[in-house]
Structures are given as structure tokens and as C-alpha cells.
């Protein structure tokens, strides 16, 4: 089945104690993208990546990190969480014939 | 930008009504694309309409696209309460690379 899986799915964690959102797909996609969405605001993209090692910022870069050692794989790196930072957070890749996007679950992150 | 805007921000219903949402954009677009989004979950991929298409359906959804005033709209026959939920669109440019962003959407709410 094709799908976008990222873990955790909910997180409480205390301002300063650095962490890690998973992000994994099995669809071959080279294209991969995290967003962030708060109330009244919409989706918010942080960063993307076209492909293997290739990385960009996206709206709201600050305080995050991104690697994208191989294909399948993209994780979001909050180095120093701020409460800022607390918020509905979703990664997507898509196809490259015609861009659908494949999301996954969200991850649900409150940082204190 | 590839954003589109979703209007109206809000639609509130009763159940057996239409409901249509608008979608407006900037650029010169290869295809556009559906996304609904329940409560707290990803993005799942509705529909997609080319830019050599006017209208296009698939079930109770009718998708229709102007392009020379860059809009799109999305229709839904007679709601279900299931509808419930944000729909937003994503135009894909016709040049450069494809960066998915998205607007705030329109939130839908189908009373019973």
C-alpha cells in the first residue's frame, strides 16, 4: 500500500530538548515536503527537497533542519524546540507525472 | 507563487444541500488539483483537472476550470455530513519546478 508514514504521531516535550519527526514513504518519490499548520493559518511548507542531498527552504524555515540522506526518507530536525513550535505538523511526497501529493497522518507536537 | 486561495474562508450547510468553493490563482497552470483534509488528518488527493479541461467529475464532485480568469471551483452535490471538512486546492505551474504550497481553505461544515 502506498503511504507516507511519520512517528510520532503525538509528542509533548519541554522547550530546549532536541527531537526528531520521522518521515518515511515507499512510493519512489523523489520529491518530499514538510509543512506545519496552525489555526488560521493554513499549511505552511518548511522545507522541501527535489531529491537525494537536495534540500530547500521553504515559508517558515526557522528553527528546523532537514536531511535527506536517501530517497525514502526525510526527517525534521527541531535542534532547541520553542512553544512556537507547537503545532500540526505533516510531511508529503508526490509523483512526478502529475505532482499528487501523498500525505501522512501528522504528527502533533506541544512543546511546554 | 503556486498558492491558490481558497474562498469562501467557511461554508455551513444543511445536509442534501450543494456546497462550492472557489479556488483562485496567479500563474499560467498545467493542472489543478483537490485536496480534503478531516479534522487533524493529511491531505487526501480529491481530483484533478488539466488545464485543457473545463470541467471534470467524479461521483458527487464536479470540478470546473477557467483559465482565463484562473479560477477553478469545486462542487459537491448533495452534502453528507461526512463532507464535513477543509478543501483546498494546488495549482501547478506550467514552468519551473513544481513547490506544492497551499492557502487556508475553505472549511466546510454539513449540518445533519
Known amino acids: 500500500e502506498a503511504q507516507v508514514t511519520q512517528n510520532p504521531r503525538y509528542l509533548i516535550t519541554v522547550t530546549g530538548k532536541k527531537l526528531t519527526v520521522t518521515c518515511s514513504q515507499n512510493?519512489?518519490?523523489?520529491?518530499m515536503s514538510w509543512y506545519r499548520q496552525d489555526p488560521g493559518l493554513g499549511l505552511r511548507q518548511i522545507y522541501y527537497?527535489?531529491?537525494?542531498?537536495?534540500?530547500d527552504k521553504g515559508d517558515v524555515p526557522e528553527g528546523y533542519k532537514v536531511s535527506r540522506k536517501e530517497k525514502r526518507n526525510f526527517p525534521l530536525i527541531l535542534e532547541s524546540p520553542s512553544p512556537n513550535q507547537t503545532s500540526l505538523y505533516f510531511c508529503?511526497?508526490?509523483?512526478?507525472?502529475?505532482?499528487?501529493?501523498?500525505f501522512g497522518e501528522g504528527s502533533r507536537l506541544t512543546v511546554l | 507563487s503556486q498558492q491558490g486561495e481558497e474562498d469562501p474562508q467557511a461554508l455551513s450547510i444543511q445536509e442534501g444541500e450543494n456546497a462550492t468553493m472557489n479556488c483562485s490563482y496567479k500563474t499560467s497552470i498545467n493542472n489543478l488539483q483537490w485536496y480534503r483534509q478531516n479534522s487533524g488528518r493529511g491531505l487526501v488527493h480529491l481530483i484533478l483537472?488539466?488545464?485543457?479541461?473545463r470541467e471534470k467529475h467524479s461521483g458527487r464532485l464536479r470540478v470546473t476550470l477557467d483559465t482565463s480568469k484562473k479560477s477553478s471551483s469545486l462542487l459537491i452535490t448533495a452534502s453528507r455530513a461526512a463532507d464535513t471538512a477543509s478543501y483546498f486546492c494546488?495549482?501547478?505551474?506550467?514552468?519551473?519546478?513544481?513547490?506544492?504550497?497551499f492557502g487556508r481553505g475553505t472549511s466546510l461544515i454539513v449540518h445533519p
Open positions: 494546488a495549482p501547478r505551474s506550467s514552468g519551473g519546478s513544481y513547490i506544492p504550497t
Open positions: 483537472i488539466r488545464s485543457n479541461e
Open positions: 512510493m519512489n518519490h523523489e520529491y
Open positions: 527537497s527535489m531529491n537525494v542531498e537536495v534540500t
Open positions: 508529503a511526497s508526490r509523483g512526478t507525472n502529475t505532482g499528487e501529493l501523498f
